[in-house]
């Protein structure tokens, strides 16, 4: 290497040092100073790892003065440059500057640059950075957007009405499924197309204490959002970093207890700029006409400030159509402003669900149903469609005709656009339940201890019922025996049994509190060897992971896991088909939520339900009530709570007493009231509505679209060499199962979305839906696009060397393959990334600049090339540098036109996209007054901003490979 005082080098090692200027020479040796980073460096002469910096006419450079000169000419004179030029801001000719006066920070970003200073980076590099640029392009553009990447089963009435919502600016809408439809993961969803799309950046979710874990969990697990638990400790710690600790987070959650408890704490949320509010079990917001509670006007006020609001609740009719009104009000105080005119337009859209009904079923529809769709379309609109479903049509026209005709009757639904409702009657899937009560004789250890511990009690019913519901709790912390509950409580001798016949089967066991499950778990180990684990409260969330993981496993796994009332909340056991009631709950909804865990969508296998109880205690009163009185173990009971509620004090005084006679009456009122309320609920079915919720067609039509994508082999070769660049550890552990963790040889400290301790990860959905302890990779990970980001953040793969093996071209070819991108600089919530997100344009240009790209498809060429060592590319790199200057600047005219093509594409995309649904939606207006005013007003303040952001699209230079062709 020549080396002159004076001249500028740059470390190919060390990069980040800035430019190097030789400053001291021997025989042997070279210094360079990095006066950038106040560093030398001492380097052996023959073979120092530098580059020497060089700069050719065209190129701007900046003096160590701060002025900028745009070079025209090089001299040179005992090794070191002079360049001469036009000074930038002077605009003065002429001017010299000594490349020894270079800034010390000037650094080589742009490609050409980077190729020129001897950065060359490795072929492999250039390819995965290409095909990263690429798969984030299409990716932005794809319509299931933030659909593909939660760890949820692929369910069509799930994904439909997310696919509805949470495309939509500020959705308010009211999320009514049936309790195993999946409201949460509806919700979660929305979120996650929502925070996708940046159309909400700060989301607030309330939610009832009890509740809080299991959305914290649902968020991390299934969708990757971090929520942070916001409670008065919390707040108190956040005060050190804001006035208002809610605006230290962009996803919180709280108890609408803690907003109610804390008024102080309530005026800083409301204070707080939110994108989105959530609100879960809104139907316990009590509301009368003069009489809001407390907590409806908490969520009222938030619901006035923030844009997008969810309100997720049990079905309406359940609760009363006051109820159902107020829930309607909150997110549109000015369309819902009376309840009787409410009243009277809900009972007008009864004959359109019966013409729809008739529509959907094939019949043919009647003089009077014709006259009620009339009434709600235009005659001119409908009579067309009627003439092809009554005339001699084909078949196919015929199902067209009634698809149109039922499409338009759900688009002007009354409450079709801000209430989504699916009940298990409309819904196909769901496995059969098999009950099985057992009785078994009360052991008299507890008949001993339960009377004297009774007598002591006083009149304290609800010490009574809590010792007969749970007499083992009792027995454990009163007596004083050295027994053990579980060493005569014949229901766990019943449970070892159970276990011990059902060998091949997993079995979820329930109870209600943790020490219980904890004694039970014990005692399957110790008194039979049962592999057993369990899961409750006071454990962490990585313990619980561990047992969840533990009890999922197939080979070598728990046979059992048994639960405290934690275990029927935020996890889902689908994969088992056998449930234990230890104990049963007082709620009929906590119930329901036990059974919820297996009886799902998704579930292949019927579900076996085991209620063993001891008789003649208030054990049996619970258990038949539920049984034979609401039927509650073998059927979905949505009106369990109604029941309860008009039942419960003559319940609780049975509970106390267990009076035989007392019981047949109250199981004899509880079935006929359950009947009276059922028939009413079904009468009250609005089947116009749960079609609009269900999709239909289109919603099978995204499942199949999201299933085409999944198991996906581009993503998974794209991540295994992704995280190889990035520096990653990975460890195949069979089961289709990676670990992936940090190394010390990583490109920067710690990787996006990776914990410090690693993770485990599944390309396959099944894997990642029966084992909630492994991450699932898909293009929407975190780990996925937070590393497309870091490697293009990085420079990663912008300037590359390779070789072509090819006799039937001359040695010495070359062919430059650049990289442009078009990018709308513009937030993301201004919706560009719908319709020009940033976008690739490859190049492939020969010796005389023309582009070969349409004939040289990249990934095929990609596999003809050979990489080249850095010393064989600066070689090669100098020797045709001045041809490179000049590909670069024909491929400048070349790349114009491609920009120009892509701008009005987008522009056309967009008008016919926003277009078609402003038009829609402005239609609509005149028949359905659930369309806000703000939503039109929004829709064309988009199509006018879009325009502009789309001609001011700029495009530049991203990457570029030099080619050279070889015969060896």
Not at 70 to 99: A, F, M, N, W
């Amino acid at each position: 290497m020549a080396f002159a005082l004076g001249q500028r080098w740059i470390s190919d090692t060390e990069s980040d040092l800035g430019l190097g200027t030789v400053v001291a020479l021997d025989d042997r040796t070279v210094t360079l100073m990095f006066a950038a980073s106040e560093e030398n460096r001492v380097y052996a002469r023959h073979d120092a790892p530098v580059t020497r910096v060089i700069f050719h006419a065209g190129d701007t450079v900046d003096c160590q003065e701060g002025w900028t000169l745009l070079i025209e000419e090089v001299s040179e004179e005992g090794g070191v440059l002079t360049y001469i030029g036009t000074r930038q801001d002077t605009q003065e000719p002429h001017v010299e500057l000594r490349e020894i006066f270079l800034s010390h920070q000037i650094r080589f970003n742009k490609p050409q640059d980077k190729l020129f200073a001897g950065q060359i980076d490795r072929m492999d590099n250039f390819a995965l950075r290409y095909r990263a640029l690429l798969n984030q392009h299409q990716q932005h553009k794809s319509p299931m957007r933030g659909l593909c990447g939660g760890r949820v089963g692929l369910i069509a009435h799930q994904l439909y009405i997310a696919y509805e919502v949470g495309r939509r600016h500020a959705p308010r809408v009211l999320l009514a499924d049936e309790v195993g439809l999946g409201k949460t993961i509806e919700a979660g969803m929305i979120i996650h197309q929502q925070v996708l799309a940046g159309r909400a950046e700060r989301i607030l979710v309330v939610v009832p204490e009890t509740l809080q874990y299991q959305w914290l969990v649902e968020m991390m697990r299934r969708f990757n959002l971090h929520f942070s638990i916001f409670d008065e400790e919390r707040c108190i710690e956040s005060q050190s970093e804001g006035d208002n600790p809610f605006e230290t987070q962009q996803y919180v959650l709280c108890s609408l207890d803690f907003l109610r408890q804390y008024p102080h704490r309530f005026s800083q949320a409301k204070a707080a700029n939110w994108d989105l509010m959530v609100v879960d079990e809104a139907h316990h917001l009590a509301w009368e006409v003069d009489q809001p509670s407390l907590e409806y006007q908490i969520v009222e006020a938030l619901a006035q400030q923030i844009s997008g609001v969810l309100l997720l609740t049990a079905t309406p009719e359940q609760l009363g159509r006051e109820s159902h009104f107020a829930r309607l009000r909150l997110l549109d105080p000015d369309r819902f402003y009376d309840f009787e005119t409410f009243i009277q337009e809900e009972a007008s859209y009864e004959p359109v669900a019966e013409a729809v009904s008739e529509l959907a079923e094939d019949r043919t529809l009647s003089d009077e149903s014709k006259n009620h769709i009339v009434e709600l379309l235009s005659e001119q609109d409908v009579e067309p469609l009627f003439r092809i479903i009554d005339g001699n049509t084909s078949d196919e026209d015929k199902v067209s005709a009634r698809d149109e005709l039922i499409g338009n009757l759900m688009d002007r639904h009354g409450t079709g656009r801000v209430l989504f409702r699916n009940t298990r009657a409309s819904i196909q899937g769901f496995p059969q339940r098999y009950v099985n009560l057992i009785p078994l004789t009360q052991p008299q250890e507890y008949i001993d201890f339960i009377d004297q511990y009774i007598a002591s009690l006083d009149s304290d019913h609800r010490l009574k019922i809590e010792s007969g519901m749970f007499p083992e709790s009792a027995y454990h912390a009163q007596a004083h025996s050295s027994q053990v509950w579980w060493m005569f409580d014949p229901r766990v001798s019943w449970l070892i049994e159970k276990v011990k016949s059902k060998r091949s089967d997993k079995i979820l066991v329930i109870a209600a509190k943790a020490e219980t499950a904890l004694q039970i778990e014990q005692a399957l180990r110790e008194r039979e060897g049962i592999r057993a684990t369990v899961f409750h409260e006071g454990m962490s969330i990585i313990e619980r992971d561990k047992a969840a993981a533990y009890f999922a496993q197939d080979e070598g796994g728990a046979q059992v896991l048994v639960c405290s009332e934690i275990g029927s909340e935020g996890r889902n056991f689908q994969f088992a088909s056998q449930l234990v009631m230890f104990d049963l709950p007082m709620n009929p909804d906590l119930l329901e939520q036990r059974i919820g865990r297996l009886d799902r969508i998704g579930q292949k296998q019927d579900v076996e339900i085991h209620v063993p109880y001891l008789q003649g205690t208030s054990q049996e009163v619970i258990a038949r009530w539920y049984h034979e009185g609401l039927n509650a173990f073998a059927e979905t009971c949505p009106t369990g709570n109604a029941v309860f509620e008009s039942c419960a004090e003559r319940l609780m005084a049975l509970l106390a007493s267990s009076d035989e006679y007392s019981l047949e009456d109250l199981i004899t009122d509880a079935r006929k009231m359950n009947h009276d309320l059922k028939a009413a609920l079904e009468h009250g079915r609005d089947r116009l509505l749960e079609m609009h919720s269900h999709g239909g067609e289109k919603a099978e039509q995204i499942v199949r679209e999201i299933a085409a994508n999944d198991g996906d082999t581009e993503l998974v070769a794209f991540a295994l060499n992704l995280f190889d660049t990035i520096g990653l550890n990975q460890d195949d552990r069979g089961e289709h199962t990676l670990v992936v963790t940090p190394s010390e040889h990583m490109m920067v400290p710690s990787y996006p979305g990776l914990p410090y301790e690693g993770a485990t990860i599944t390309f396959e959905r099944e894997t990642a839906l029966s084992r909630e302890d492994i991450h699932f990779m898909t293009w929407e990970h975190p780990m996925i696009q937070g590393g497309i980001d870091l490697l293009l953040s990085e420079g990663v793969g912008t300037s590359a060397v390779s070789l072509l093996k090819n006799k039937a071209l001359p040695v010495g070819t070359i062919l430059l393959e650049l990289v442009y991108v078009v990018d709308a600089q513009a937030p993301k919530r201004s919706g560009i990334g719908r319709f020009l997100p940033k976008t690739p344009i490859r190049l492939m240009l020969d010796a005389q600049g023309n582009d070969l790209s349409s004939q040289v498809p990249f990934e095929g060429f990609n596999r003809q090339l050979s990489p080249v060592n850095r010393h064989l590319a600066n070689k090669l790199v100098t020797s045709v540098q001045q041809d490179v200057h000049q590909l670069i600047q024909t491929s400048e005219v070349v790349v114009q036109e491609k920009v120009e093509s892509i701008r009005q594409a987008a522009q056309q995309e967009m008008e016919s996209v926003l277009n078609r649904e402003l038009e829609r939606l402005q239609a609509l207006k005149a028949v359905n007054s659930n369309i806000r005013d703000e939503e039109i007003e929004i829709l064309g303040n988009q199509i006018s901003a879009l325009s502009v952001l789309i001609q001011q699209a700029q495009y530049q230079l991203d990457s570029l490979r030099l080619i050279v062709v070889s015969h060896q």
